[in-house]
């Protein structure tokens, strides 16, 4: 059975961090990148970045210098880093895995219909 699964979300405050997980099982986690997206309700799903299968990470513009993400292939777990939290940043949280043949450098990594696993979410908010 394939799966994904978000851990870590919760409460913090504004200005703080937190860090998610994504563990995945039941397919090859080293052939897939993996990204990191999240949705308000009443609002499309926003990508936030991908983290490639040979380790490089794309951003995206509203995340850079904030959130960082990495990966334990050995675990079949990426992280999502998330700092300087900003009530903005409330929404649920998903992870997901996009099957990658060779280097993955477009910005196309974004885009939720790239992917071909989900996570069921974990939401995150942060109060002011």
């Known amino acids: 059975e394939i799966r994904l699964v978000e851990s870590g979300g919760g409460l913090v405050q504004a200005g703080g961090s937190l860090r998610l997980s994504c563990t995945a099982s039941g397919f090859p986690f080293d052939d897939f990148a993996i990204g990191w997206f999240r949705q308000v309700p009443g609002k499309e799903r926003e990508g936030l970045l991908c983290i490639t299968n040979d380790d490089y990470t794309i951003y995206g513009d509203s995340v850079k210098g904030r959130f960082t993400a990495s990966r334990d292939d050995g675990k079949n777990t990426a992280y999502l880093q998330m700092s300087a939290l900003d009530p903005e940043d409330t929404a649920i949280y998903y992870c997901?895995?996009?099957?990658?043949?060779?280097?993955?450098?477009?910005?196309?990594?974004?885009?939720?219909?790239?992917?071909?696993?989900w996570g069921q979410g974990t939401q995150v908010t942060v109060s002011s």
């Open positions: 997901a895995a996009r099957f990658t043949v060779g280097q993955l450098r477009s910005m196309r990594a974004l885009a939720p219909v790239e992917y071909n696993y």
